[in-house]
């Protein structure tokens, strides 16, 4: 995958941030499919689609890390104009795999160049704690639950559950981002304040 990044590597940030996107950018109960269950339209969550573009403005690397068909984030993520704004895609239709499953972690990392010695300066942001967090728990990468809605658990079902961060909407993020990025360049883990 080409990497689409605007800004030189001066002017980037050191964290790293992995999405998902059903209820994290995509209002889930919005969705609209076709007879093969391909979603051809969605609504975003409020204050996703800003969430998205300040970040990227900002200098942060953006992935999508989903449980889905392909053809379904593509259709949504440009119906909104955010396709652009993704470095990578890592749909768990093109990688068999389902989060918490490692392979979808890895494949992000792989798809910007990244090895799993950077975990640590990754969070992945999602709605589920059992794929999404647990996922990245697994792995040493920080975890940040979005507490968006309640079709799914809001507490952990163990501790592999657990995550790091917890945000009640999608433009907390840009603070939390802020923060965990400011970490790292002092040199202390993201994680290291749970």
Known sequence: MKLRYDKPASERRRLILFLDSGDTIVDESTEIRDADGIVVSAEL????????????????????????????????????GLYDDFEAMI???NIKALKPN???????????????????????????????????NALGIT???????????????????????????PLELVALAERLDARLAEGRGARSDV
């Open 45 to 80: 969550i409020p204050g996703a689609a800003a969430m998205v573009k300040t970040l990227r403005e900002r200098g942060f690397t953006l992935a999508l890390v989903a449980d889905g068909e392909a053809q379904s984030f593509k259709n949504i993520f440009r119906q909104h």
């Open 91 to 93: 749909y768990s239709e």
């Open 102 to 136: 490692a392979r979808m972690f890895k494949a992000a990392l792989g798809a910007l160049g990244l090895g799993e010695d950077d975990c640590g300066r990754v969070a992945m942001v999602g709605n589920n704690l059992s794929r999404d967090v647990k996922g990245a």
């Open 143 to 169: 975890s940040v639950h979005l507490a968006w809605t309640p079709r799914y658990p809001r507490e952990p079902a163990d501790e592999s559950e657990r995550p790091d961060y917890t945000i009640g909407e």
